[in-house]
């Protein structure tokens, strides 16, 4: 466990040192006039890096460095097209031409870590075989493609590995389940609650009381690569149609973007905790099923209030539709 967190640690190093020849791409390319990521979601995907591959090797027709572009891009080709009118310096030029090199010199360093890090993975027990224990089906829209790395189905690892599917929860993919497994491990009994185990990650409030009034509720500043993923997962759930999307959308209306993504990272570590601790499968719940649950509360508490108050509440009664 220690080699493989290792691994994934010295990975993350290359990842941000590709991440930062990315913004320079980017920023060479508005320095050039070039808006090729106002058309592409990434320049450093498919379309964008051929495009930049062509603008090296010294293309500056716009008609056909549009026509480079992958055709699942959303923006039309002449709409590339005008994106791709800029100034063409040199010293520019040169610039893209580093950072461009730097990238695919990154890549290769991170495809060597993920194969090195397969190889560890394959050395660890298995907890649970396929035969015995089926493999759940996958998250609905997401194709196997995403869950392949290095030629490897990551996610049947992981399963052999753990025995449950931690990316069957909503926001949590194989990289993020892999960080956070090599860091926690499997075995959960160093933690007796989920409450301790929220706390080791500095997830949960910690009050600061004086004379019995709570002074600040703020969560303590831990440095843990589990609660960056988490974090990071939670801020994927804003549009989800799910239970743990509709519960992040509530916590920022009421609390603000970060103490909403702090407590639906609350909220994914101890479904983590619950499904490594006792080997069951995740139970997706949809986003109506948790607003019906949820106005069922506020209904109980108002009910219980009125009754402290003496008073007793009753449902309104729908007015029969009119017939003319």
Known sequence: ????????????QWV??????????????????????????DITGVSGLRIIEAILAGERDAKKLAALADRRVKASPSTIEKALKGDYRAEHLFVLKMAFELHDTYEKKIHLCDEQVIAEMAKLPTRVEAKEKPL???????????????????????????????????GIGVLSAQVILSEIGTDMDRWRTEKHFTSWLGLCPDNRISGGKILSSHTRRVINPVADALRIAATTLERSKTALGAFYRRMKGKLGPAAAVTATAHKLARIIYRLLKHGENYVRQGMEDYEKKYRQRLLHNLQKTAATLGFELKQKQELAPCVS
């Not at 040192?17 to 592409?40: D, G, T, W, Y």
């Not at 790395?149 to 931690?166: F, I, P």
């Open 136 to 170: 759940p089906e996958r998250k609905p829209g997401r194709p196997a493609i995403k869950d392949m790395v290095a030629g490897k189905d990551l996610r049947e690892e992981l399963y052999r590995w753990t025995g449950v599917d931690l990316t069957a929860i909503e």
């Open 16 to 41: 941000c040192a590709r991440s930062m020849q990315c913004q320079h791409m980017q920023k060479v390319l508005q320095e050039m006039n070039i808006q090729l990521h106002q058309v592409l979601s």
């Open 1 to 12: 466990m220690c080699v493989l967190r290792s691994y994934l640690r010295y990975q993350d």
